[in-house]
């Protein structure tokens, strides 16, 4: 894992941009799987600067994203799809046909699963997937106890996150307590894997992600066995790193060539 602490999240979103960037040039027909959440926010609006002020290129982009709450519509104002619509998609210029978000509205959920995970394929699998990270230590939806081995699925949150995001319901007996998520074996398959994570409240997953054991109980711990796995943090959710001095370290002394 390359574990690079940032000052804020500004200059983490600065990195995270940077890296999609860069592969968008390299790639132009490259697949992104995208997340949701606060935490991919700032990063979205630097890739739509990027795009307005750089010119960057999204026409030739694929996105897959990892999760959608079952049972609400694409128009409603808390699911994922309008989410990635008002806060990426309608400022850049992706073609339609090629955003993916789970449909929470599916009729039969294991065959709409298959078929996420079929067009998954068919893109040629994803290139670089965002990730954020639970204060249980999920990733996309997949909560503790999620099997390491896990494909796109239905899966019910934990009341740890269903206080998490509380928040953004104005009605809690509206918030969903199932969710389609692409699975942990789905996600270790892309390419490349880059997870944010601001703020004191991330600090204690992130810890036991990046220094403790993999274990199912803390799914973002599976990173470690990736082989090209960039964690963002900023100096709060960095603050129970017992090596933080030497990740800073090493991406301070990085070679010019490997710089991101
Ligand atoms: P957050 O959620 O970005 O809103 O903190 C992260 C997550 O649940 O993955």
């Not at 490259?30 to 739509?48: K, N, Q």
Request: contains cysteine; glycine residues 8%; proline residues 5%.
């Amino acid at each position: 894992m390359e574990i690079i602490i940032q000052s804020d999240s500004k200059e983490g979103d600065k990195v995270a941009a940077r890296m999609i960037a860069g592969l968008i040039r390299r790639k132009p027909d490259a697949v992104l799987g995208l997340a949701t959440g606060s935490t991919p926010l700032g990063l979205y609006r630097e890739l739509v600067r990027m795009h307005r002020e750089e010119g960057l290129d999204f026409s030739g982009v694929t996105s897959f994203n990892l999760d959608e709450y079952i049972g609400l519509a694409t128009d409603h104002p808390q699911s994922y799809h309008r989410f990635m619509f008002e806060n990426l998609f309608n400022h850049i210029n992706m073609a339609t046909d090629r955003i993916h978000v789970p449909d929470g509205m599916t009729a039969d959920v294991p065959a709409f699963c298959a078929d996420y995970e079929q067009s998954i394929r068919a893109a040629g699998g994803i290139d670089l997937q965002v990730l954020g990270i639970g204060t249980d230590g999920h990733v996309g939806f997949n909560e503790p106890s999620s099997s390491l081995a896990s494909r796109t699925r239905i899966k019910t949150l934990t009341q740890q996150t269903l206080s998490d995001n509380a928040r953004h319901f104005a009605d809690p007996s509206g918030q969903p307590h199932h969710v389609i998520t692409m699975g942990i074996g789905t996600i270790m398959e892309s390419r490349q894997v880059v997870m944010l994570a601001f703020g004191a409240n991330k600090a204690d997953a992130v810890a036991r992600s990046v220094e403790g054991p993999v274990c199912a109980m803390m799914p973002a711990s599976v990173l470690q066995f990736h082989p090209r796995a960039h964690v963002i943090l900023d100096d709060a959710s960095a603050a129970r790193l017992s090596k933080a001095d030497y990740y800073r370290w090493v991406y301070d002394n990085k070679p010019a060539w490997q710089q991101h």
